[in-house]
């Protein structure tokens, strides 16, 4: 199975759309995790037929401004079990053709907002206790850090947000899965002592699904016009 996820800043461009949908051409994904969608109603429409497959979707629709998520995957690979849709995530069980194994797979967009980081942890605490048997994988911007060391450049300072984080991560035996090339996936792309970057992008997956000898990869691919 593989997932492709992409903190998009915005598909209501036609630039934008020709990049997923290059992406998507080249990387062969069964499952598309898609942040900050920032497009108007009908949009996702249009994009699921630039991909071209029939892929099906599930949104939380913007008001054009906001973030905002899509989660699409193809039938063809995918079999849908069922699912659910919340503020800040999108999560579908699903199984692999040919496969009895289930997973829950989970879109991720976290807030930005302090106080508001807690209750979005309660929120994917909460879901993963209603799975409670699945292999799981979440993927997205959770717009939070574990460590110091997962930011550079800028105030570093860890918040309370990533004690909580931590808890979650280990009340599940996730596993955060690090790409070779590079530790940080978001930067505010600005050159010399001005250079911000963190951790905010990642995979977090199940230790079930190592301990099975499953090979889990991550690669960081070209932003395209995003800050992720």
């Known amino acids: 199975m593989k997932v492709l996820s992409w903190n998009a800043r915005g598909l209501n461009s036609q630039t934008k759309q020709h990049l997923l949908k290059k992406k998507v051409q080249k990387e062969q994904p069964d499952i598309v995790f898609v942040q900050e969608t920032k497009y108007s109603s009908n949009t996702i429409v249009n994009i699921s037929k630039k991909l071209g497959k029939r892929m099906e979707y599930f949104e939380i629709e913007s008001n054009g401004w906001e973030g905002d998520l899509v989660i699409l995957w193809n039938p063809q690979v995918i079999q849908l079990l069922s699912f659910e849709v919340a503020k800040s995530y999108i999560a579908i069980e699903v199984q692999v053709v040919g496969n009895l194994e289930t997973y829950l797979c989970t ?109 889990v990869e991550l690669d960081i691919l070209p932003s395209g016009g995003s800050k992720h």
């Not at 060391?149 to 004690?163: A, Q, Y």
């Not at 792309?189 to 090979?215: M, N, P, Y």
Request: net charge positive; proline share 3%.
């Open 107 to 215: 879109n991720v967009y976290g807030p930005q907002k302090q106080e508001v980081k807690l209750l979005f942890l309660r929120s994917l605490f909460n879901l993963k206790l209603r799975y409670p048997q699945e292999k799981a994988i979440f993927g997205g911007d959770f717009n939070m850090i574990t460590s110091l060391t997962e930011k550079r450049g800028g105030i570093i300072k860890l918040n309370r947000d990533s004690e909580a984080f931590l808890d979650f991560i280990r009340s599940f035996n996730l596993i955060d899965v690090f790409p070779k090339s590079s530790t940080f996936m978001w930067n505010k792309k600005r050159g010399g002592e001005k250079q911000i970057a963190s951790h905010l992008d990642r995979f977090l997956v199940t230790e079930s699904i190592l301990l099975e000898g499953i090979i």
